[in-house]
């Protein structure tokens, strides 16, 4: 099941109960458009959190008639009419607790209870613990959570891991996929296709034979990335996430089936398109969306004028990263059907599997630039900029040997900085540029050069890594989001949002580093 929202000015006639999800992006009409605009809260995410204290139809229907009076004060309106979200305090470093003794403790304050739907809320709810990535991620994440059950498997929390599993699976039962976080405002996208990835970590931590009853869910969240692709013909080369490339190739990129502005990035989203057309609107807004559904929101990597951020344009983008990722899916189908003793199915994914692995090797290959790069489908052109997605072919053993050493080289050459692998070489003011490195990439970045015989580069990046986590640590008693890794003696910055201190996967890729046998 795919759920459609269109964007509404007017309040929508059902109750939130009927609809089964509140959308207050519709319910509340131009209150919603009004509030956001305003800037009633600095930060557009946290009003679509707010909880309506009543009927949010009939709190739009009370705004139309008062909005108009001379007195009305919308920030006092908005505040007698909707409880703010609450993010609780992040425990800061208590006198004598180590660094690893610290990321052990951080689970606690970082877990949530399962979901209760009994009031009004965008939240969805789930039926299990989960831990949140912490700051104004007051809820799971999908990429965030494997990366953080990385941490939990070295902390010894397997219950923790099944629990979020099974949170993901109860996802894509209930909704059809794993939206980007159990949000409503989410319900258009997803993000990184990880589940696989935490199932096969699950399997690890536990075993297969407890693990393989994932496997439907696995197969589904698979045939929703693939959705539309028996649909594709040379002359319907695009349909949603799927990408038909030469006569039978298909390939995937990022996508959102709504084209909107982001409610919980309203006003900037509006703000950026305002003197755009409706159909050049709906383009940006759509390419936004498949932005945040990367989990790079934002990097130069999507735009094509590098200089220019309404220039984004995801949807045209095959991301090499993507790609691995589904090559991983597709893989752990066939090992899973294989255990079960289905060798039709089996051979099925081997045969996608193979199919997938050499596209990557040879449509992502960039020969000039000797490294991985995406390509730009509707150009037929390899993009021209290495961002640290290259080093996702080498994390899921897609390369060729000789691929994987040049790869390495650019690394080294130009992404590796003092503090860690930096995103882009682009410094943008965005926060997946330079020069911010991400705890996910400097995992992936790691643990490929490890795959292919570079011990002792990759234990230098992770050395280099830890010592900006411990830095900052030991200065703010805080884990970060992400950081500075070309001028450690700072944090971070840059994006839509300021730094968020937690925090989930920046912890859970300190601990995969810090122990001798990590899971992953």
Known sequence: MVLLFLYSCQ?????????????????LGPLFHDVQMAGVFPDSKTFVDCTPKSNPYEIAEKYEEVKNNPDFDLEAFVKANFEEPVSPEVKNIEENEFFKEHLDNMWVDLTREASDTSAISTLISLPGQYVVPGGRFREIYYWDSYFTMIGLGVSGRTDLVELMVDNFAYLIDTV????????TYYLGRSQPPYFAQMVNLYAQLASLDKAVRYLPMIEKEYNFWMQGADQLTPSNVAVNRAILVGDSLVLNRYYDLLDFPRPESHKEDFELAEELSTEE?????????????????YSTRWFKDKEDFATIRTTEILPVDLNCLLHGVEVILNRMYA???????????????????????RV??????????????TEDILEDQVTMAAAYPLYFNTATDEQAARTISYIKSNLLQPGGLVTTSIESGQQWDFPNGWAPLQWIGIKGMEHYGEGDLAADVAARWLQVNKKVYRNTGKMMEKYNVSDTTLNAGGGEYPTQDGFGWTNGVALGLLSENPVY
């Not at 109960?17 to 319910?27: D, H, L, N, R, V």
């Not at 059809?176 to 949000?183: A, V, Y």
């Not at 992502?364 to 489908?377: H, I, L, P, R, S």
């Open 11 to 27: 309040p929508a006639k059902e109750t939130p109960q009927q609809e089964g999800f509140y959308q207050p992006w519709q319910s």
């Open 176 to 183: 059809g996929f794993i939206p980007n976080g159990n949000r």
């Open 281 to 297: 609107k709906s383009t940006l807004y759509r390419n936004l969306r498949a932005g945040a559904e990367s989990g790079w929101d």
């Open 339 to 361: 255990h079960e003793g289905n060798m039709d199915k089996a051979d099925e994914y081997a045969a996608k599997a193979a199919n997938r692995l050499t596209a990557i090797q």
């Open 364 to 377: 992502f290959w960039n020969e000039e630039k000797g490294a991985f790069t995406d390509y730009v489908w």
